[in-house]
């Protein structure tokens, strides 16, 4: 079965400042990787996925991510927050059979923008 | 607008009470889910279905039940609220069209034991 760990609970940034939030995952076979973001008191919202060719993905709101097969690692960074990034982060992952598989979540990180 | 719509949104029960959260999409996805999010633990898928008239168990499905009697309806019941089961729940459907893959989630239900 796979498994996501996300290893900051919260992470404090100040404006305009570059952050990345950190995900890993464990699985044995091929996977899908997904990043979602939660506003308070909202759902969950997707900022990108990977699904296969560039390990370079782009997101919505200025965010990347990078898929790193030897590292296990799908880490999310943006080169300068905004107050309005303050949210929760998710990673998931799924295994890449075809599609339609159970999504597996982090446990989340919590980014504060500080002014 | 087409998506995932729950129902209802927020709701409190008192222990022992009983009720039944429901799950609607009109994508004519074939799989659905059912997660709760709690503080600091995530998301965790409590049952999932394959298919009309399919359901299986997830990683917390203790405490619940489901049914899929129609392809665009699933089902999540508490027999017998207990305050364990305060949260926030999520229902979503995944696709997967020409290469393209993701899921769908709808807003939320906050539900809240006493």
């Known amino acids: 079965a796979q498994s996501v760990t996300q290893l900051d609970s919260q992470v404090p940034v100040f404006e305009e400042a570059p952050v990345e939030l950190r995900c890993n995952y464990s699985?044995?076979?091929?996977?899908?990787l997904f990043w979602y973001v939660q506003y308070p008191n909202q759902g969950l919202q997707l900022l990108l996925k990977y699904l296969s060719g560039s390990t370079l993905v782009k997101g919505i709101n200025g965010f990347e991510a990078e898929f790193n097969k030897s590292q296990t690692s799908f880490h999310l960074r943006k080169p300068s927050v905004h107050i309005s990034d303050t949210a929760e982060y998710f990673c998931?992952?799924?295994?890449?059979?075809?599609?339609?598989?159970?999504?597996?979540f982090g446990t989340g990180t919590r980014l504060t923008i500080i002014p | 607008n087409a998506g995932v719509t729950q129902t209802p949104k927020f709701r409190v029960l008192k222990t022992g009470q009983s009720m039944t959260l429901l799950c609607a999409q009109d994508m004519n996805h074939e799989y659905m889910y059912w997660y709760r999010q709690d503080p600091g633990m995530g998301l965790r898928l409590i049952h999932y279905s394959v298919g009309e008239g399919t359901t299986a168990k997830g990683e917390v499905p203790d405490g619940y039940n489901v049914s899929r009697l129609k392809k665009q309806n699933f089902l999540l019941g508490l027999e017998s609220a207990a305050p364990s089961q305060t949260s926030v729940y999520f229902c979503a459907s995944s696709y997967w069209v020409a290469s393209n893959y993701g899921y769908t989630f709808g807003s939320g239900t906050r539900l809240t034991v006493v």
């Open positions: 699985s044995s076979v091929s996977v899908y």
């Open positions: 998931a992952v799924s295994v890449s059979n075809f599609g339609n598989e159970k999504l597996t």
